[in-house]
T-cell receptor
Framework: RKEVEQDPGPFNVPEGATVAFNCTYS??????FFWYRQDCRKEPKLLMS???SGNEDGRFTAQLNRASQYISLLIRDSKLSDSATYLC?????????????FGPGTRLSVLP | NAGVTQTPKFQVLKTGQSMTLQCAQD?????MYWYRQDPGMGLRLIYY???????DKGEVPNGYNVSRLNKREFSLRLESAAPSQTSVYFC????????????????FGDGTRLSIL
């Protein structure tokens, strides 16, 4: 099983829609969780950290479910500018030692 | 405010050639990281440095070496490039000295696109 898995994409949604992504992780000892966005041929940029109690930043809400080992990202009122690939990042202990593991990403296209 | 700067942005090498990818950050961060990103895969950690003078292997270190020259600079060297090392390389930094144990987010450079023929 892969360390970090994400919803397969692409997600094509109309402008104004609400869309949610999930990310599951296999290591129960993971402590750090983040969502990054990556535009085509650009570097990843931090969208938000994910805290145990859940957190919100404008139209974006991140939640952590430790019992089920997943994190989620909810985007409300989608904008065209939200089109990007969303990467979840988890800090894990794996065969190589402690590591930041990036999910493969979920691609979102917001359509006019 | 430049953040994390990587040079070069593009490079084409022949198999067996060597080269060094440069990375510098001006945010006074302690931890620095090198990743590679291949199509359909997440970023994979090559090496990291939790503080000046220390370096540690990540998930995919084979074929690479690194040098933490000072607090600002962290270079990645390919001694004998192979086609399997064709990738996009990202350098990143984070504020604390925890390296991969960090709870702090990372700031990325805009990448080096490397092709090895």
């Amino acid at each position: 099983r892969k360390e970090v898995e994400q919803d397969p994409g692409p997600f094509n949604v109309p402008e104004g829609a609400t869309v949610a992504f999930n990310c599951t992780y296999s290591n129960s000892a993971s402590q750090s969780f983040f969502w990054y966005r990556q535009d085509c041929r650009k570097e990843p940029k931090l969208l938000m950290s994910v805290y145990s109690s859940g957190n919100e930043d404008g139209r974006f809400t991140a939640q952590l479910n430790r019992a089920s080992q997943y994190i989620s990202l909810l985007i409300r009122d989608s904008k065209l500018s939200d089109s990007a690939t969303y990467l979840c990042v988890v800090n894990v202990q794996d065969n190589y030692g402690q590591n930041f593991v990036f999910g493969p990403g979920t691609r979102l296209s917001v359509l006019p | 405010n430049a953040g994390v700067t990587q040079t070069p942005k593009f490079q084409v090498l022949k198999t067996g050639q060597s080269m060094t990818l440069q990375c510098a950050q001006d945010m006074n961060h302690n931890s620095m990281y090198w990743y590679r990103q291949d199509p359909g895969m997440g970023l994979r950690l090559i090496y990291y440095s939790a503080s000046e003078g220390t370096t540690d292997k990540g998930e995919v270190p084979n074929g690479y070496n690194v040098s933490r020259l000072n607090k600002r600079e962290f270079s990645l060297r390919l001694e004998s490039a192979a086609p399997s090392q064709t990738s996009v390389y990202f350098c990143a930094s984070s504020p604390d000295t925890q390296g991969v144990y960090s709870n702090q987010p990372q700031h990325f450079g805009d990448g080096t696109r490397l092709s090895i023929l």
